[in-house]
């Protein structure tokens, strides 16, 4: 036998010389954290099927959005429990709809340590859990359910978010918030489209998260997970169409149409680890089964070496601790 001339082993031998050589790293600003709020919540409730998250009452969201910024966490990402829903999402855009009043308290509160971010979607505040309003039939109407995000577009800028997160998957819908926000002169709102988004069965905790009222599936907006160029398709119209960054979802179903996205793209990329990745995780390492701070490092290093430059992630706090 000849010994091998050509040993990659020379760059394993030790942790320092791992550190040296490591292609991708994760930072805190890097990371983002969900953060859901509440509104008949008198103090945090816990999500059963999301250990360690919770549905925030005003002052423990705040106390978990600056213990994120002390952290060095990049953002925060608002999504709004209302008590009240019908089937327009009226809540969405009353100005002192929960998501909108939180909104306004973040950003003076912790506005200046980190970028306040909202989701901008009706499914949390219709009485039927869709993410539009419905036509007569039932079916989600695209064209009339952008006319709700050009006017929830508004609220939330004006309440102060910094960044919208359009996660409803309806055609259009970059163009149409961005004309709205421009109209309205907020022309330093930026848009993050959840350009590819894929109905997933990992959704499943955040249903419990945001007390869903969705009885069906999204299947006729969000995308089907048998399709990888459709994920291109939908960046590319949304980069078109004005997007500041685009965002794929789930993350790690969906590391190849990450990869793709990233290739393509000449704004950010960012990727979403979901409800149901964050619970299988917690799940498998509360049996014993894995490793929990090194599963939970590997999968988010994982999305990032796939392609995005920032991850939303339920363990974002937790993370940005470990790694600082
Ligand atoms: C829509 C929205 C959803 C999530 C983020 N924005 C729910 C859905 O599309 O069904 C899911 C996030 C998660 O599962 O962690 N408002």
New binding site residues.
């Given amino acids: 036998m000849t010994p091998p001339s050509i040993r990659p082993r020379r760059l394993r031998t030790t942790p320092a010389m791992r550190r040296l050589v490591a292609e991708t790293r994760l930072h805190p600003a890097d990371l983002v954290l ?1 953060l859901f709020v509440r509104e008949d919540a008198v103090a945090s409730v816990p999500i059963s099927s999301m250990p360690g998250v919770s549905q925030h009452s005003m002052d423990s969201l705040v106390r978990a959005a600056e213990t994120a910024a002390e952290a060095g966490v990049g953002g925060v990402m608002l ?1 709004g429990i209302p008590t009240v829903r019908d089937a327009t999402g009226t809540q969405a855009t009353a100005p002192d709809g929960i998501l909108n009043r939180a909104t306004e308290l973040l950003a003076r509160e912790v506005g200046d340590a980190l970028v306040v971010q909202t ?1 901008l ?1 009706l ?2 505040f219709t009485d039927h859990g869709h ?1 539009g309003v419905l036509d007569s039939s039932g079916r989600v109407d695209n064209d009339a359910t952008l006319e709700r995000y050009a006017e929830m577009a508004v609220a939330q800028a004006f309440a102060g978010s910094s960044i919208l ?1 359009l ?2 998957m309806m055609d259009g819908q970059v163009a149409v918030v961005l004309d709205a926000l421009d109209a309205a002169g907020y022309i330093d709102t930026a848009v993050l489209a ?1 350009a590819a ?1 894929y109905s997933s069965a ?2 499943g ?3 419990e ?2 007390d ?1 009222q ?1 009885t069906g599936d ?1 299947r006729t907006y ?1 995308q089907d997970p048998s399709n990888r160029r459709e994920g291109l398709r939908e960046a590319t119209l949304d980069i078109a169409e004005g997007a500041d960054i685009v965002m794929v ?2 993350a790690m179903s969906y590391l190849d149409v990450l990869s793709d996205v990233a290739e393509i793209s000449d704004i950010p990329v960012w990727a ?1 680890q ?3 990745e ?1 619970a299988m995780i917690e799940a498998a390492a509360a049996q014993g089964w894995i490793d929990r701070k090194a599963a939970v490092l590997e999968s988010v290093l994982g999305i990032r070496r796939a392609g995005a430059d920032t991850v939303l992630t ?1 363990w974002a706090t937790e993370i940005a601790e470990w790694i600082t």
């Fill in positions: 969900p999504f989701d979607c499914d949390e993410c997160g996660s409803g959840y988004k990992f959704y905790p955040f249903r998260a945001v869903s969705l999204r969000q979802k789930p979403y979901i409800s149901g964050y339920y």
